[in-house]
């Protein structure tokens, strides 16, 4: 049996798992597309981990019900397996995901910090004025999606998180539901 059949078979013995196939060289390039739009923003989004899935030599398109899968996911977040930051172009963190409840509790009290969401934070203090920004999102480890360890069935794997375009256009090409709890991941992966 090959690495990627193996590879699929595991990733399907997962709860929740709905769709997991390879992707078709247009289905990578409209993926591709997607982010690369997301450089054109205000505050360009740059998904690194989409870049270094698709920097393997094949990738899998993954589709979880994550009323199915949840407490994976959030424990994968608390554990920082992959990480949404805003950087300056200096490499300075100036906002991040925080899970952590009484770190969010200390930072509500803290003068220089903003909060964009529920859980994602910028520190105010260490912007630069003038200094461009930038939201970054990191890859992950297969163990963001299982604790079966898939990246010793291939020689290197990386998981990647898509944007909101991507998501989107993953959806509608299986026909999915868009409000369901339906997550995609890309797992890019070399032999």
Known sequence: MSATTELINLIKEEPGIMIVELMTD?????????????????????????????????????????NKKEDRTIESYEEEEASFTLRTESGQIIGETIYDEEELEELRDDPNVFFLSDNFVTYNNLAKPGEKQFFVMSSATSSFLTDKDLESLVSSLKLAIPSTGSDHYIKDHFNLSHEEEIGTFIIGFTE
Do not use: C, T, W
């Open 26 to 66: 247009e289905m990578k390039k409209q993926v591709l597309q997607l982010e690369m739009k997301r450089l054109e923003e205000l505050v360009p989004f740059i998904n690194q981990g989409m870049e270094e899935a698709f920097e393997e030599e094949q990738a899998l398109v993954v589709v979880i019900d994550n």
